[in-house]
Structures are given as structure tokens and as C-alpha cells.
């Protein structure tokens, strides 16, 4: 099984709202990655945790908030959030952070829209 | 020279069509690589991983010239279901960013 999932599919919400996105795997997984993207871009990392730690911040704005409860979940809380921000946010899980086959595997992705 | 480059393309290729995508990354020290596929609004999906050399996949074949640092995609035998994005990434093994993606190529595959 090599299956992530994302809840929920799609979200909208204003700039004052506070809302969390929610990931969870049960590959065993030790890494799990928050990425954002843009139409017509690339995925753009956000946050990597390895071992249920935070390893990586790309340099994310506050109103982005990654928790990791245990080694099967992943969070993103969401508060304040910017037009800007309105994008697919995908989740995804590899073996190791650090492991030389790395493959990771993606979530379908919540789809946001900040108003 | 960017991390990871790709040709944007749109390719716009015939059905039955053979067809490669390469892609150039930056770091020699740079440890393995792979293609995935992703379907507009839809998540990137893992097509092949390369290693070594390359590898086979039906008819998917993905090649590793470290010498030159590239890496190429063959699709053979083009199906309208190949139409997607192909994204090309490497695992630079060090640093801050472990995985690296390349922008994409677009493929449209035509009756």
C-alpha cells in the first residue's frame, strides 16, 4: 500500500479564519514533507519531518504551522492566510530523509482558496 | 547553472510516437533520480526511480549518464494517456534540500 491521504480535498476560507489540513500515512514512513503549488509550477517544499522532528522549514511564513502528533500524521494549521496562499498543498512521505532511494509518495493534495 | 533544468516543452507528439525528455542537474555528488508524472490538478505520481545506469519500465525507459549529469526519460510507443507534466527530480544527498524538482516537461500526445 503505498497510499497517502489528505483531508480535506478542498478547502475555502477567509483571512481570518484558522484551519488545519490533515495527512496521514501508514507505510512507515519516517519522513514527511508539506509542499505548495502553484498552477503550471513545480511542487515548492515547505516543511520536511524526519523522525516526528522538524528537519527542514523553507523559510514559511508563521501563519504556517507544521505539527507532526505521531509518526503516521501529519498537520498543517492554517491562520491568517493570504490570497497569495490559495494553492494545491500537497503532503508526501519517503523511507529516510536522508536515504539514498528516497522515493517519496504524494497525497492528492487539499485544494485552498484564501478570500 | 540551475540545481535541476528540464525543457518546459509543450513536446506535441503523434500516438505510436517515440519520445525523451532529458533532464540536467547540477550536483556531481548528486545520488539518485527520478521521474514522476503529474496529471493537471492532480498529485505527482512516482514513474520510475533511476539508480544506476537506467532502467526499464514497460515502455518507460529511464537513463543516468553521470559523466554528462543528466538523466533522460524514453517514452515508446506514445499513448493519449501519456499526456501529463513530467517532473524530474534528484536527490542531492546533502545540504538543506535533500529532493530537488525540475520545473516539468508537458507532454500532449495526439490523435
Known amino acids: 500500500d503505498t497510499e497517502v491521504t489528505q483531508t480535506p480535498k478542498h478547502l475555502v476560507m477567509g483571512m481570518t479564519n484558522k484551519k488545519s489540513l490533515k495527512c496521514e500515512q501508514h507505510m512507515g514512513h519516517r519522513a514527511m514533507y508539506w509542499y505548495k503549488q502553484k498552477a503550471k509550477k513545480p511542487p515548492e517544499l515547505m516543511f520536511v519531518y524526519s523522525y516526528e522532528k522538524l528537519s527542514i522549514n523553507e523559510s514559511v511564513p508563521s501563519r504556517f504551522s507544521p505539527e507532526c502528533p505521531n509518526s503516521s500524521l501529519l498537520n498543517l494549521h492554517l491562520h491568517a492566510l493570504q490570497p497569495e496562499d490559495s494553492a494545491l498543498y500537497l503532503c508526501a512521505s519517503s523511507p529516510d530523509l536522508w536515504d539514498r532511494n528516497n522515493e517519496q509518495y504524494f497525497g492528492p493534495g487539499t485544494r485552498l482558496t484564501v478570500t | 547553472r540551475k540545481e535541476v533544468e528540464q525543457d518546459p516543452g509543450p513536446f506535441n507528439v503523434p500516438e505510436g510516437a517515440t519520445v525523451a525528455f532529458n533532464c540536467t542537474y547540477s550536483n556531481s555528488a548528486s545520488q539518485s533520480f527520478f521521474w514522476y508524472r503529474q496529471d493537471c490538478r492532480k498529485e505527482p505520481k512516482l514513474l520510475m526511480s533511476v539508480y544506476s545506469s537506467g532502467n526499464e519500465d514497460g515502455r518507460f525507459t529511464a537513463q543516468l549518464n553521470r559523466a554528462s549529469q543528466y538523466i533522460s526519460l524514453l517514452i515508446r510507443d506514445s499513448k493519449l494517456s501519456d499526456s501529463a507534466t513530467y517532473l524530474c527530480?534528484?536527490?542531492?544527498?546533502?545540504?538543506?534540500?535533500?529532493?530537488?524538482f525540475g520545473k516539468g516537461t508537458r507532454l500532449s500526445v495526439i490523435a
Open positions: 527530480v534528484v536527490n542531492m544527498g546533502s545540504g538543506n534540500t535533500p529532493l530537488v
